[in-house]
């Protein structure tokens, strides 16, 4: 049974989570105030949004072992403040170079609060209740993308883009005093000395991967030094894999992958994020740039894939218990690429309700899908490994959920070439029409890992479903203990 102190630690995260990845797609929609304010072209200030990701991807794998350092509290209070120092810091920028600086900061701060603060939930939470928590603490990060252009449209239109880190400030308050409140006091841990070789390969490894994924993302990057850096931060992810896997005290443990719950989610995590990722991206750009529409009113139409986010949501534990891991991450990975197919025939005459049946049906299945596989992930890890199954999760989805707009990006550039070969058609919604097309395709990997799914995976953290019973004898009361020693004795007449 979940406590009320256990549903307000998790709405606590969540609502960190929103903060967290709110900032990482809003300035999107900033950027051409933002430059013009600043005297500096727009293509600058992507760096501004590069170097929060990049801070963020690098600096999660640190969160588990500065939590088994210094205590779960102290951390997440301290990255708090740090996000919303930084978030003011950000707003007080008098040119570029600050607030890039400020953006930094402010990603270490959001590195350590949310995988910190989930680790939280999760200590000592028994299985049966991750369904529920999880449910909390997940939906946030898929409103984010999806509200960031509608809040960046009507922040930058109405008022001064400094607002879009100054709101930041009432809500980091609130969230300081919300875990003081509510955290215990969590003692420091006796953990091994820091892995700095490891440190130093994933910070390579992650920061070039995703910095290449900002090269990608812009039309101005060369494609010989896009395929460059990105060959060489495989090469040396791959090299880091191979002496994680063989330290003896890593700083990701990378041997929490032989845990099948973990290894099965993850690799059906990846393909899910990258297309829900990518497609609050392209959905903007086809109704602004293609269909005409003016920032405000295509925000409003992505923001009700929040509708079907929120709509879900009381059903997705019923559902899990229910029907099980397998059959709902089947489903919300299939509707998932259902959706993203119908999104490319979108055309600037079919109907409104049409555009808004699919968009819900998208963010239910979105809500359905990413509830069911951080569920899944932590459904069969031992308390002894939460912390590095926790960080490792963690760095897997900010990776994912980053590549996402790179992923969109790719697909939109592509889409034209094989729109001209293949249907010889060079209308200004084709690239967009392949675009979702091949999403749609990248989603169908997650449905096709969601059917080799073992069908008694997560099990331990189901309640599954029993019907009452009809069987006669079952419904008799039992006898009294008076009785059964009569029996004994043989006394009862037969």
């Known amino acids: 049974m979940i406590s009320s102190r256990q549903r307000s630690v998790a709405l606590l995260v969540a609502g960190c989570f929103f903060m967290e990845n709110l900032d990482g797609t809003i300035v999107v929609t900033a950027a051409p105030r933002i430059a013009a304010d600043l005297n500096v072209s727009a293509a600058s200030v992507g760096l501004v949004i590069t170097a929060y990701l990049i801070t963020l991807a690098v600096l999660i794998p640190l969160s588990g072992w500065l939590a088994g350092r210094f205590g779960n509290r102290a951390v997440f209070f301290a990255a708090i403040a740090v996000f919303t120092l930084a978030s003011v810091l950000c707003a007080a920028s008098p040119n570029l170079n600050v607030l890039v600086g400020a953006r930094v900061l402010q990603g270490i701060g959001g590195a350590m609060m949310v995988p910190v603060g989930r680790l939280t939930v999760l200590a000592g939470t028994p299985k049966v209740d991750l369904l529920k928590l999880m449910s909390y603490i997940v939906w946030p990060g898929l409103v984010a993308p999806v509200i960031a252009p509608l809040a960046g449209g009507l922040i930058t239109t109405y008022a001064n883009w400094r607002w879009i880190f100054l709101i930041n400030v009432p809500l980091g308050a609130v969230a300081l005093v919300a875990a003081v409140r509510l955290l215990p006091a969590s003692p420091r841990g006796d953990v091994a000395p820091l892995d700095w070789?490891?440190?130093g390969l994933t910070c390579a490894g992650l920061g070039g991967l995703t910095y290449t994924a900002h090269l990608v993302s812009t039309s101005t990057?060369?494609?010989?030094?896009i395929v460059v850096l990105g060959v060489l931060s495989a090469l040396v992810l791959a090299g880091t894999a191979r002496y994680l896997l063989h330290a003896p005290s890593p700083v990701v443990d990378l041997r929490t992958l032989r845990i099948r719950s973990l290894r099965r989610s993850l690799s059906g995590l990846c393909p899910f994020w990258l297309t829900v990722g990518a497609v609050p991206f392209l959905l903007p750009l086809l109704f602004e740039d293609v269909f005409g529409w003016g920032a405000v009113k295509a925000g409003a139409v992505v923001?009700?894939?929040?509708?079907g986010n929120i709509g879900i949501k009381p059903a997705t534990t019923f559902l899990l218990n229910r029907y099980g891991f397998r059959r709902n991450l089947i489903c919300a990975s299939a509707a998932v690429a259902a959706s993203v197919a119908v999104a490319g025939l979108f055309t600037a005459t079919t109907p409104i309700l049409t555009v808004l049946a699919v968009t819900v049906l998208s963010g239910a299945a979105r809500s359905l899908g990413l509830t069911s596989y951080n569920a899944l992930s932590f459904s069969e890890v031992p308390e002894d490994q939460m912390r590095h199954a926790n960080?490792?999760?963690a760095t897997v989805q900010q990776l994912f959920a980053g590549l996402g707009v790179a992923a969109a990006t790719v697909a939109l550039r592509v889409g034209a070439p094989i729109g001209s070969a293949v249907f010889g058609s060079r209308a200004p919604a084709t690239p967009y029409t392949i675009a979702f097309l091949l999403l749609a395709l990248v989603a169908l990997l997650a449905t096709a890992q969601a059917f080799r799914l073992?069908?008694?995976?997560?099990?331990?953290?189901?309640?599954?479903?029993?019907p009452p019973t009809t069987d006669r004898t079952l419904s008799r009361p039992a006898p009294s203990s008076l009785d059964a020693s009569v029996q004994r004795?043989?006394?009862l007449p037969r």
Not at 221 to 225: C, E, G, I
């Open 489 to 491: 004795r043989g006394n």
């Open 391 to 393: 960080s490792l999760a």
């Open 221 to 225: 990057s060369s494609w010989t030094a």
């Open 303 to 307: 923001l009700t894939v929040f509708v």
């Open 454 to 466: 073992p069908r008694d995976i997560g099990d331990a953290a189901r309640q599954p479903h029993r």
């Open 197 to 199: 070789k490891g440190v």
